[in-house]
């Protein structure tokens, strides 16, 4: 059985497509500290994987869903350092894909990244058969290795958790008309600070369940683990989304 996808960080490739896009941290990415948000990194995540995928001519190129993102934040960016994001295909499954990205900045900001993004029917929403010019593109760069895009973060919570309403805004939803991707982890970071849990160096993954919508019960659950946090974002009494955070060993200098 192909192991999961986006749970390990992997070696940029020797050979196969890679591409390199940068941009500056702005106003409006960070936090009070001038820290970049983790809802704003996965947004830069997101950005990436779209320019790549519109820069190769891949034919269908916005018909794929996040399933599962982690992130090594060893560093985060600050408000108005530049960084640059690079991003290439470090795996295949039947239906879906992971993406590594690395993210640089010249402050020294240090971000490794693995997504699993699935590829659906753009007129069904269902997954489909990733296309034949997909194996041309980006079949050098992910090699032999498969995944599967099965999830690890368990999606039911302890009785004890905190438990409050949360509010999906417009501005949440996206093309699909439900709360994007990047935007649940700003729930995360409610959690985070609630708990005044240390926003680097961490590892944080979060996986996603059915889409949230507005018109839906959705609520925030949390609690601390492990010098960490685990979140639940509910939609009508079931997991939309499931994150976990746990520190991460510095790197040594």
Do not use: Y
């Not at 010249?106 to 659906?120: C, M, P």
Request: glycine share 8%; hydrophobic share 40%.
């Amino acid at each position: 059985m192909a192991e999961p996808g986006a749970v390990e960080i992997t070696p940029r490739p020797e050979a196969g497509r890679i591409f390199t896009m940068g941009r500056r941290i702005r106003l409006a990415d960070v936090d009070p500290t001038s820290r970049c948000r983790l809802d704003a990194l996965v947004r830069h995540l997101q950005d990436a994987a779209r320019d790549d995928s519109a820069d190769s001519m891949l034919s269908d190129p916005m018909n794929w869903v996040v399933r599962r993102t982690m992130l090594e934040v060893h560093q985060p960016p600050m408000f108005e350092e530049w960084i640059e994001l690079t991003t290439w295909c470090s795996a295949i499954g039947a239906r879906w894909a992971e993406r590594r990205t690395e993210i640089r900045g010249d402050r020294g900001a240090k971000i490794e990244a693995s997504t699993v993004w699935v590829f659906v029917n753009g007129e069904t929403g269902r997954p489909a058969k990733l296309p034949t010019d997909f194996f041309t593109i980006w079949g050098e760069s992910a090699g032999d290795r498969q995944i599967s895009a099965r999830t690890t973060l368990p999606s039911r919570w302890p009785d004890n958790v905190n438990d409050e309403p949360w509010t999906v805004r417009f501005g949440d939803l996206d093309v699909l008309a439900h709360v994007n991707n990047a935007a649940q982890w700003v729930a995360v970071e409610e959690a985070m600070d609630r708990e005044g849990i240390a926003t680097h160096p961490v590892r944080a993954e979060l996986e996603h369940g059915p889409g949230i919508e507005r018109g839906t019960d959705v609520r925030l659950k949390w609690q601390q683990a492990d010098g960490g946090i685990d979140t639940w974002l509910t939609t009508d009494g079931v997991a939309g989304s499931v994150a976990r955070v746990r520190p991460l060993t510095p790197l040594a200098n």
